[in-house]
């Protein structure tokens, strides 16, 4: 690994984290206790990689686009210390059900996404 595949993976990882950001700006005011914008940023780097890994697998992408992608922008898009924060908080909240819901859609959802799309490589 080089300086230059360092610097995208840097770039990539500044990316996903403001998309990340902004994803989760409309969900801040709301009433739903669920996380949603943690969901959906999580849920979008999911399809993100899956989609990039099964490109990768029938053409010829370059390891540092692999990185940029893969390592920087899906690394700072999806975050499990954001999701695992709020789930803890939920819990603490005494809001059992949607703690409970949010470990199972998350889990559920990303890796379905990503299982299903590995399928269809």
Do not use: D
């Amino acid at each position: 690994m080089n300086g230059i595949t360092l610097a995208l993976i840097f770039v990539g990882g500044g990316i996903g984290s403001v998309l990340r950001y902004l994803i989760g700006l409309p969900f801040k005011m709301g009433t739903v206790s669920l996380p949603i914008g943690t969901l959906l940023a999580n849920i979008s780097a999911a399809i993100i990689i899956a989609i990039t890994f099964a490109l990768a697998n029938k053409s010829n992408i370059s390891p540092r686009t692999l990185f940029f992608v893969t390592t920087g922008l899906c690394g700072g898009l999806s975050t499990f210390s954001t999701f695992s924060f709020e789930t803890v908080q939920l819990f603490q909240q005494q809001q059992f059900g949607w703690a409970i819901a949010n470990i199972l859609i998350s889990n559920i959802a990303c890796i379905g996404i990503i299982a299903a799309i590995s399928v269809t490589k």
